[in-house]
């Protein structure tokens, strides 16, 4: 084993060594170290990057779940999915969906940088970006409530959604970006999320994957639509028919729930973070 460095310099949580002697192992100990590509890696920088990075993961959950739930994507996807082009068009709304969160997450984490400092610009524009998206997701939610179909009346799935069933391999790839990346629902909820991992302390690696958990989790739906679709043959396009008709039915119902609950973390988050 390399010895310890006879010289070395401290640099962002590592001992970089630049010579060595007999005595690597004690120092590691010592430390609480271990060494890794010529470099002393001190084991509670590890930790803290582990606590942020669960901080930053527990923290976009529910803004994840919530995108998931999401009752039109998982009804454009069933549609798509039961077309001439079933297969390949489904794969290219799932790439659509995926890319359109991921970029949309980028952009944000980027653009809040600094967040995971209290006392910052960009942590004061986040929560009261919270505070006025909160408040939007709950009157969304009351609107749509307001407008829900009344007793006898049928729901009527979206408009968009029609001939969805004949779209070519461009509309389904478009469609699965802006449902995921344009709409305004979901662009709050990755706002907020992105925000959150941010400001939770995630940096580098673990910003990059907490980011691709969010795009993940936000994507079960839709990508085990496409799964099952790829697996059941017949027995899952009926399933995911029934599926599908539930979402329509009850989509009123799923979307109020959604952006009530969340809008009201949300705005408490933001809330709680103007409080600091």
Not at 97 to 121: H, R
Not at 142 to 150: A, E, L
Not at 209 to 215: E, G, W
Request: a neutral charge.
């Amino acid at each position: 084993m390399p010895g310890l460095a006879l010289g070395q310099h401290q640099e962002l949580g590592k001992v970089v060594v630049t010579s060595w002697s007999t005595e690597a192992e004690l120092l590691a100990r010592q430390r609480d170290a271990v060494v890794e590509g010529g470099a002393l890696i001190l084991c509670s920088d590890r930790r803290e990057g582990n606590r942020m990075l669960s901080q930053a993961i527990g923290a976009m959950l529910p803004a994840a779940l919530a995108v998931a739930l999401s009752p039109f994507p998982l009804i454009g996807i069933v549609l798509i999915l039961s077309g001439a082009q079933g297969r390949r068009n489904g794969l290219l709304f799932a790439a659509g969906w995926i890319t359109g969160l991921a970029i949309a997450a980028t952009l944000v984490a980027v653009l809040f940088g600094g967040a995971d400092d209290p006392d910052s610009t960009s942590s004061a524009i986040a929560d009261w970006g919270r505070v006025l998206a909160g408040g939007a997701l709950i009157v969304l939610g009351v609107r749509k409530w307001w407008k829900r179909p009344r007793a006898g009346e049928q729901a009527e799935p979206p408009r968009w959604t029609a001939s969805l069933d004949d779209a070519t391999a461009g509309r389904a790839l478009l469609l699965g970006a802006l449902l995921s990346g344009a709409n305004p629902k979901n662009l709050v909820l990755t706002a907020s999320a992105a925000a959150s991992i941010v400001e939770a302390g995630a940096h580098d690696v673990g910003l990059a994957v907490a980011v691709a958990l969010f795009v993940l989790i936000a994507s079960c739906t839709v990508l085990g639509a496409v799964g099952i679709h790829l697996a059941g043959g017949q027995r899952a396009a009926t399933f995911l028919d029934d599926v599908r008709q539930f979402m329509v039915a009850n989509s009123t119902v799923i979307t109020v729930i959604v952006l009530l609950l969340l809008g009201a973390s949300v705005l408490g988050d933001g809330l709680a973070g103007l409080g600091r």
